[in-house]
């Protein structure tokens, strides 16, 4: 897997109708700076808004993958986001001017021809990963499926399906290397069965569906009228039934073409944890429902365990900001300047380091013979990297103050005294919506956990 960032070259359009809504739309590709991740744009709704493919984002997930934000919506986003996985683009802002991202032949293959012609290159940051160093299982009861996952040095997927229908049987799929999905994933077309489009009708759905961009397979033998009805909606003048036990569509790429489809909805879905993952996936009967919800499960599983794993601090490393440049970011001055450097600063997370010594005024009276940093500075001091995080979403920090409006779950559970190295770690609980952000907040000594809370600050403009 590459170690570095990456963006495209150049900016690259694709246009189509969407699957279900039938809508034309044109999804544009543009580069972006290291960090910015992976973001949607309405450009036809007003002010433009943005919506970053998370899976805390994800509204809906029958038939497709749906993110929204503050009304506006994106559907149908998989094959983009498996797209750019398997062509390890960390960094890419997607303009769409309809709801719907479109369905081109069903498969990823478009999307990653047009992104390989407009060019991948690296960025001078490296990319951050997402480990697990334990198995871990995941079931979603309403469809029966499961997800185990195993410790690996790169993103590996596998997937089993069974629909209990001779037509497709029993089929699996495998992805051992994240380079090989151009070549054997990419190019798997959606699918569904002839029992299924009544019912996709009656919801609605599938206006944009056609045998060009979808295979139909045929898990009961369809009446005449049915057969009527979807020559009429894909324009067809006549179904015929192949042999094989599908519609008359173009051939089948490979025989397991359906695995590998629900693969590359595996692999698009799992984007959505925001950080390329590195793990050998095993999903039986996957859909979108039970890939979000295991997606969502993970990053559960991940933040608690990550609660319990100091940052690595290399004090030999040189830092995001000295205490010079700390002081571009906030408003504090000594005495009351409590970050020394920031060593790390992304998106969504800081790591800020405090350099405990006697000569800090405040032990002076806590206590005479005893010294003992304050809880309550602690605490201040991990607010204040907090305040280096989400100064970034301001373009001019110089203006603006942060303030205190909860602090929640705060524990103690060591002592701070001079000598100690003090290393800060904040991440971003949910996105920052009118101001207000939500922080995870850490505080460690060496591979101590010593404070923790949870914050919760205003962004306010200087008066």
């Known amino acids: 897997m590459n170690q570095q960032q990456q963006t495209i070259q150049q900016v690259v359009e694709l246009s189509g109708i969407g699957l279900h809504s039938g809508k034309q739309a044109t999804i544009t590709f543009k580069p972006a700076l290291p960090n910015h991740g992976i973001q949607f744009c309405r450009t036809d709704l007003p002010h433009k808004p943005f919506i ?25 986003i998989e094959h983009v986001m498996a797209a ?167 051939d089948l ?19 959505l944890l925001g950080a390329p993952l590195k793990a050998r996936i095993i999903a039986t009967k996957p859909g979108h429902a039970a890939n979000v919800a295991f997606v969502k499960e993970l990053k559960k599983e991940l933040r608690k365990k990550a609660h319990h794993t100091a940052p690595h601090y290399d004090p030999n490393t040189t830092p995001v900001y000295d205490v010079t440049g700390v002081q571009t970011l906030l408003p504090h001055r000594p005495p009351f300047l409590l970050i020394d450097k920031i060593i790390l600063l992304t998106k969504e997370r800081v790591v800020g380091v405090k350099n405990v010594t006697i000569n800090e005024p405040f032990f002076a009276g806590h206590f005479p013979g005893h010294p003992v940093m304050p809880g309550v500075l602690v605490i201040e001091a991990m607010a204040q990297a907090g305040g280096a995080l989400v100064m970034q979403s301001v373009p001019d920090p110089e203006n603006h103050l942060t303030f205190f409006l909860k602090i929640e779950h705060a524990k103690f559970r060591k002592q701070v005294v001079p000598g100690d190295t003090l290393v800060f770690e904040l991440k971003l609980v949910s996105e920052i919506r009118r101001g207000i952000c ?16 949870r914050l919760v600050a205003q962004i306010a403009r200087r008066k």
């Open 52 to 76: 970053k493919a998370l899976a805390e984002n994800v509204v809906n997930t029958q038939r497709s993958t749906t993110i929204a934000h503050n009304h506006a919506q994106v559907v149908t």
């Open 84 to 250: 750019l996985t398997g062509l390890e683009i960390d960094n890419v802002l997607v303009e769409i001017d309809n709801e719907e991202v479109p369905i081109l032949d069903g498969s990823a293959q478009p999307i990653t021809d047009a992104l390989t012609g407009a060019g991948i290159v690296g960025q001078e940051v490296p990319r951050e990963f997402i480990s697990i160093d334990a198995p871990f299982r995941f079931t979603y009861p309403p469809t029966g499926s499961e997800y185990i996952v195993l410790p690996a040095d790169a993103l590996e997927v596998t997937t089993l399906i069974d629909y209990n229908t001779s037509v497709l049987g029993k089929q699996y799929a495998t992805l051992t290397a994240v380079n090989q999905f151009a070549a054997e994933i990419a190019p798997a077309r959606t699918f569904c069965f002839i029992s299924e489009i009544e019912v996709l009708l009656q919801h609605n759905l599938i206006k944009g569906g056609s045998l060009n961009n979808a295979i139909v397979y045929l898990d009961r033998q369809p009446a005449t009228e049915l057969l009527d009805k979807i020559a009429q909606i894909t324009g067809l003048p006549q179904i015929t039934i192949k042999t094989e036990g599908y519609l008359n569509n173009v």
């Open 253 to 271: 790429y490979y025989s397991n073409e359906a695995a590998r489809h629900k693969l590359l909805d595996v692999v698009g879905d799992i984007a």
């Open 438 to 453: 939500e922080m995870d907040a850490f505080a460690w000594v060496g591979n101590k956990l010593v404070t923790e809370a």
